[in-house]
């Protein structure tokens, strides 16, 4: 059985970090490609950051470039997100997110079958 379990997130100054971490179970996490979306209240779920399957190859959405940076584990199983220089308009609930199959390249605008539960993130002063 797959799950995704999203952890890290919380209240932040803008300008501060958060790491965001996704614990994933019944597959690994170099096999499929891994995605972390957001949606902010009023707005529609949008693409983060993805790091495809099985070179861990990444992508970034425009408005976090340069300051999100997505990894992952393969002993511990999990995939990071490192957000740095936040803002408030990156407040959102963020999801971890999974493909049913490897993707090696487009994992921005994959289709995604697995979701995790959201961790909510709030920058703010």
């Known amino acids: 059985q797959v799950q995704l379990a999203e952890s890290g997130g919380g209240l932040v100054q803008p300008g501060g970090s958060l790491r965001l971490s996704c614990a994933v179970s019944?597959?690994?996490?170099?096999?499929?490609?891994i995605g972390w979306f957001r949606q902010a209240p009023g707005q529609e779920r949008e693409a983060v950051s993805c790091i495809h399957s099985p070179y861990g190859s990444t992508d970034y959405a425009d408005s976090v470039k340069g300051r999100f940076t997505i990894s992952r584990d393969s002993a511990k199983n999990t995939v990071s997100l490192q957000m740095n220089s936040l803002k408030p308009e990156d407040t959102a609930v963020y999801y971890c997110t999974a493909t049913r199959w490897g993707r090696s390249s487009g994992c921005l605008t994959a289709r995604y079958d697995y979701w995790g539960q959201g961790t909510q993130v709030t920058v703010s002063s």
């Open positions: 019944g597959f690994a996490v170099n096999y499929q490609a």
